[in-house]
């Protein structure tokens, strides 16, 4: 096993070497929840990226077996693999992006909200372990619900004096992913090309497509509107009844959790123009936190964008979200302060 060290620790030289002669730049990244659903194909994806030159896979559960799994292929990331509670510390020191899916998910009659009590809990510990070890992370946090899970997170952050909101990021991506799929179908276009901001929050009523804004420029009738706003808002239960008790998204929520973290990497290495839907603190709306457009670089979300012209639908539903999300909101911010 110290020969193992010792070798992965002479590759990493090695690529450091590397870099330092004008190779690609790599970042570090940790995957906490990495065993699970979601983690295993993360792991998977993330070990695909040429950006990630070091993953970090942690776990409280079966960690080992998917480090050396996903360590074999043939791509330029070193993996390495955390078990327990007591190697958290290691898993996080030094690393440049934080990617959470550790929780439990839905079972089919469940809502997110009905994960609070233990995913809570669980946010809690590794954003207290991030404060300690890497502060200046960027974070994606997946583990549900993530309208209380990302106030939660802040509150931790503020607690330690180490809160910077640009770094600390609610994935909203797979609602995007999704819309972007439906939307797709119902204009015959492929769905790469098609782009659909999904603001608000990432749960029923709180995900709001902006159908007005599609790009490419395009209308919809009532109808139309009407069964792509209520498929988007309810594409997670679509799944959880579909997998009928064994679990929620996790293959496109893996690929969804991919896409959001190289655009936070590409941010990260300076590239221009990097534009993606998150949940993150916010002046939007009156609410403290709320999803909408940013831009990443280099400090974490460095600009929030305003909503845009809605249509008087649009208006209504927003109105449902802000509601629904000032409660979601003060749970998680409660749960800290009491
Ligand atoms: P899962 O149960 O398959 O995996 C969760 C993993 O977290 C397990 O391997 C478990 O051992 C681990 N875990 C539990 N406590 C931990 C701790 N204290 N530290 C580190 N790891 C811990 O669940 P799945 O399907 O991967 O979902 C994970 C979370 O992601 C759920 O909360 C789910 O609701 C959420 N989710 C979020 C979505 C989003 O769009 N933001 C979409 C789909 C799911």
Redesign the pocket.
Known sequence: RSSNLQMEESSILRRANCRAKGGAPGFKVAI??A?????QPLAMLMKMNPLVSVLHL?????SPGVTADVSHMDTGAVVRGFLGQQQLESALTGMDLVVI??????KPGMT?DD?FKI?AG?VK??CEGIAKCCPHAIINL???P?NSTVPIAAEVFKKAGTFDPKRLLG??M?DVVRANTFVAEILGLDPREVDVPVVGG?AGVTILPLLSQVKPPCSFTQEEIKYLTDRIQNG?TEVVEAKAGA????LS?AY?AAKFADACLRGLRGDAGIVECSFVASQVTELPFFASKVRLGRAGAEEIYPLGPLNEYERVGLEKAKKELAGSIEKGISFIRK
Do not use: E, F, K, Q
């Not at 899916?101 to 839905?106: D, E, L, W």
């Not at 679990?247 to 996790?250: C, I, Q």
């Open positions: 906490l929840g065993a699970g659903g979601i983690g942690y776990d409280v559960v079966n899916p550790a929780g439990v998910p839905r997110r994960l995913n669980i510990t590794l997946i583990s549900n993530v994935v909203t797979l990432h997670g679990g929620s998204a996790t929520m969804a």
